[in-house]
């Protein structure tokens, strides 16, 4: 009776997960071999987290537990070793341990539990009946040695990522006081962007957050090129320009120059106009008729599959598709790979930037997949994005 009891109270706390047994991995602190035992964990729900977010792991015993000091369950995510810190349940059946991300902690392809350990450090867990010392190990309903998340992701998922460029990681810029030298890729791929002397764009922090500026002249960062040909791509964008171009111009970054019809791309912030507005050219063009925010943070996402006209590109501002088209002319989508990536401008032709495209404003945060999304995958990177930014 203990036992249906038992399952049946824990499954009105959610999704019951089999954990393995750990018995090996264990530090710190005693166990008793005979004393009372995990019988189960509740994970997080699928989703990606990042700095700021907190993921609960709840284990559940058959008695009631009481807890001293600080016992924490650590685990990898990336390479990192982390701790989720004891924080409630102590006399209760049920123990809760929170994680908090950093920014530097990254795990792509979903965070896998098999190593994780509880580990007392330096407190103690044991029954608040019998004060017994709990037998540090989880029991395990499969037979099989660990647990691992499906969907739980610590910042957006690494398959078929091209570029990640994250104002709020800090570490991941090389500076000289408050200048940009370079940006680091935080994708795989590694393809770190960065600027020639006396074109430095500026660290600062607006609004609470960290960004890149883009002003005060010509500021780019340039790098190797990271989509070639046809491919299906699907980009995300996070920045605020400080005024709208009245033309054509004030473009967020180029992947290619334009200097054969369909072999650039280029995103551009422009006021909106019979033939300027949210604007993604590529010697062809389409322009949406929507206006972005001078004061807030706006987040753009574009999508096309492969071998896709530029007129097929579907169009997000904060989350919501746009629907409104100023104007558009056909172009195939073909992106050369000559002149590689500009953060902060457009080369029109050949490989210098062209002034009069400069973006004047802040960058903070710039994610490129050589993929076309299903809506509910962009959904959870824009979530991912709008929560990390405050945006709407």
């Not at 922090?205 to 005060?216: D, H, K, L, P, V």
Request: charged residues 15%; negative net charge; proline residues 3%.
């Amino acid at each position: 009776m203990k036992q249906k009891n038992l399952l049946l109270l824990f499954l009105l706390q959610g999704l019951l997960l089999a954990c393995g047994d750990l018995s090996d991995l264990l530090s710190g602190g005693a166990s008793n071999p005979n004393g009372p035992k995990a019988v189960g964990c509740q994970a997080p729900d699928a989703g990606i987290y990042s700095a700021g977010d907190s993921l609960a792991f709840h284990l559940a015993f058959a008695e009631a537990m009481s807890v001293e000091g600080s016992p924490r369950l650590s685990f990898q995510v990336g390479e990192d070793l982390v701790y989720a810190n004891f924080a409630t349940g102590s006399e209760s059946q049920y123990l809760s341990f929170v994680y908090a991300p950093e920014a530097k902690h990254h795990d792509g392809d979903g965070i896998e539990l098999g190593s994780m350990s509880i580990d007392l450090n330096g407190g103690k867990i044991y029954s608040t009946a019998k004060n017994e010392n709990a037998n540090l190990s989880i029991a395990s309903a499969t037979g099989e040695d660990g647990f691992s998340l499906s969907g739980i992701y610590i910042g957006p998922p690494s398959l078929n990522q091209v570029l990640w460029l994250d104002a709020f990681d800090s570490s991941s810029m090389s500076l000289t006081a408050n200048l940009v030298n370079s940006w680091n890729d935080k994708s795989p791929l590694g393809r770190h962007v960065s600027a020639s002397t006396g074109q430095e764009p500026k660290l600062t922090s607006t609004g609470g957050r960290n960004a890149i500026y883009f002003g005060e002249g010509s500021k780019y960062l340039k790098g190797a090129s990271v989509l070639s040909g046809a491919v299906a791509r699907s980009t995300f964008v996070v920045a605020r320009p400080t005024g709208l171009a009245s033309s054509v111009g004030n473009a967020v970054m180029g992947l290619s120059s334009s200097s054969v019809t369909g072999r650039g791309y280029g995103l551009f912030m422009e006021a909106v106009s019979a033939s300027t507005g949210l604007a993604l050219r590529v010697g062809g063009s389409k322009v949406m008729g929507h206006s972005l925010s001078t004061v807030l943070p706006n987040l753009v996402s574009l999508a096309s599959p492969a071998n896709a006209n530029v007129t097929q590109t579907r169009f997000w501002l904060n989350k919501a598709e746009l629907v409104t088209l100023k104007t558009q002319s056909a172009a195939s989508l073909n992106t050369e790979n000559v002149s590689g990536t500009l953060v902060g401008g457009f080369n029109s032709s050949g490989n210098a930037p062209n002034a009069s495209y400069d973006f004047n404003g802040y960058i903070y945060e710039i994610l490129i997949y050589e993929e076309f999304f299903s809506d509910e995958s962009r959904q959870q990177i824009e979530n991912y994005l709008s929560s990390k930014w405050g945006i709407d």
